[in-house]
């Protein structure tokens, strides 16, 4: 038994960090990078990093902040302002944070 008296780890779980919203910008990464014919490891590599690091992003274990999304918009060879225009047009309504 947990402190909170629960039995099981189900009851433990809080709310997932990542939304609908942040789904629909990682998509939006892993598509433009499939369109430019680039291989993650290719992307990573422009970024210094390995290609666990965009891996990790585009299958939504790891979170990207704005930089991040410019550079990665960048490695891939798009305009990130188009690319977050896209990712953003398709966001609900009412976004939760």
């Known amino acids: 038994m947990y402190a909170n008296g629960s039995r099981t780890t189900a009851s433990r779980m809080t709310k997932s960090a990542f939304s609908?919203?942040?789904?629909?910008?990682v998509e939006a990464v892993a598509s433009a990078r499939r369109n430019a014919g680039l291989h993650q490891a290719q992307v990573a590599a422009k970024l210094g990093k390995n290609q666990s690091y965009v891996s990790n992003i585009e299958r939504g274990q790891r979170r990207i902040d704005i930089?991040?999304?410019?550079?990665?918009?960048?490695?891939?060879?798009?305009?990130?302002?188009?690319?977050?225009?896209?990712?953003?047009?398709?966001?609900?309504?009412?976004?939760?944070v």
């Not at 891939?76 to 976004?95: C, M, N, Q, W, Y």
Request: glycine content about 2%; overall charge neutral.
């Open 20 to 25: 609908d919203a942040h789904r629909l910008v």
């Open 67 to 96: 930089v991040e999304f410019y550079a990665l918009a960048r490695a891939i060879g798009v305009d990130p302002r188009t690319l977050f225009a896209d990712a953003v047009s398709k966001f609900p309504r009412d976004v939760a």
